[in-house]
């Protein structure tokens, strides 16, 4: 029986074009349905001959993601989508509808994390398994299928959701790779985010790769003590390091780097550490992007720092000159903080996993 391919491997499916013998406008016309559209497999596959449509569908694989479940917040426009990996993994992509009705995609990068972040329900997981391309791309679709139902498209894709997107970097590339793509995605690289904790020779490669992709800096701390305390890998990256990459950065896309810092009171929320911040921020393009933290279950004893705290922190940093917002979590009541509603049942099923292979 000849192999299944994924629609996502364009090379393989411009292989079975041939194979089955049908012109390449359809298999264009297919395409853009598919990848640009987003209208679905259907209706993707009513563009190509009537002869060739049965044997091109058997032989695709269009979805290697299934939804399992889809949540809708009471409280703001997010929408979680709980998928699942044909190895039988959870994992969340986030729709979020901003008050500009704008819609961003927070898409996954691996099931668990190995960054073991103390505040992050995918670092508590225990497990780091690397998703495929075909998987990244997935989320794209399902959640542009999704959207459309509302007559609405996804305008901005960020990589910030469960898993440190470097640590699957040749996965990223390629998917990345086919959201810019003209024949399939063709999504503006403005429009793509990619978020790391902080890996500066990977920060670097991919700038190199793709110059007019955005880049977010998760820094939590500007004093290398708090920052490994919030972030284990940090120990392997020193602020200095990351510090010249941040320069080198400049460099190469003549960009602002988005600066992630989560607020966490009575950890990194004081007006010394906001002085430490601007001071180790000096000179470099950057754009400093304040989180509220969602609690979550697995680290109780970590609160958001409140309100007047943080105006009064993101005031230190206006005052040296620096670009300032504040980013509401999107979501808290549907967890929409990466890998909040599947931690568990991963977990489980990895220790099932690592039992059956002993
Ligand atoms: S915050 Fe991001 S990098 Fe850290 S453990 Fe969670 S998913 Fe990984």
Request: proline share 11%.
């Given at each position: 029986m000849p192999s299944s391919v994924s629609i996502y491997d364009s090379a393989a499916i411009d292989r079975l074009r041939a194979e089955l013998k049908f012109e390449p406008r359809r298999l264009r016309a297919l395409r853009t349905v598919y990848f640009k559209k987003f209208l679905g497999n259907e209706a993707a596959l009513a563009e190509l001959p009537e002869e060739v449509r049965e044997p091109f569908a058997q032989r695709v694989v269009f979805h290697p993601l299934a939804v399992a479940e889809s949540a809708d917040s009471q409280l703001d426009g997010a929408t979680k989508l709980v998928l699942r990996t044909t190895a039988g993994y959870a994992i969340e992509t986030v729709i979020m509808r901003t008050g500009t009705g704008r819609v961003s995609l927070c898409v996954s990068s691996?099931?668990?994390?190995?960054?073991?972040?103390?505040?992050?329900a995918t670092g508590q997981m225990g497990v780091a398994k690397n998703l495929t391309s075909a998987e990244l791309l997935d989320q794209v679709v399902l959640a542009g299928e999704h959207m459309c139902n509302e007559e609405r498209a996804v305008r901005n894709i960020v990589f910030m959701g469960m898993g440190e997107p470097f640590h699957n970097e040749a996965a990223i590339y390629e998917a990345i790779t086919a959201l810019l793509a003209p024949e399939l995605?063709?999504?503006?690289?403005?429009?793509i985010l990619i978020s790391t904790v902080g890996i500066p020779d990977a920060m670097l490669r991919c700038a190199r790769r793709f110059p007019a992709l955005n880049l977010a800096l998760s820094l939590h701390s500007a004093r290398q003590a708090t920052r490994e305390k919030l972030i284990p890998l940090a120990a392997k990256y020193p602020l200095d390091d990351l510090r010249a990459a941040l320069a080198q950065l400049h460099e190469i896309q003549r960009q602002p780097v988005m600066i992630e810092y989560l607020m966490l009171a009575g950890v990194n929320d004081s007006l010394a550490d906001a002085a430490d911040l601007a001071a180790w921020l000096e000179g470099l393009d950057v754009h400093v992007n304040l989180i509220p933290y969602n609690s979550i279950a697995a680290v109780p004893n970590w609160q958001t720092t409140e309100r007047p705290e943080r105006d009064a922190f993101a005031t230190v940093l206006r005052k040296a000159g620096f670009v300032v917002t504040i980013r509401y979590s999107l979501g808290a009541d549907i967890a929409a903080a990466c890998g909040q509603l599947v931690q568990t049942e991963n977990r489980q099923l990895a220790q099932q996993q690592a039992m059956s292979a002993q």
């Open positions: 691996q099931v668990g994390c190995a960054a073991a972040c103390g505040f992050c995605f063709h999504y503006p690289p403005r429009r």
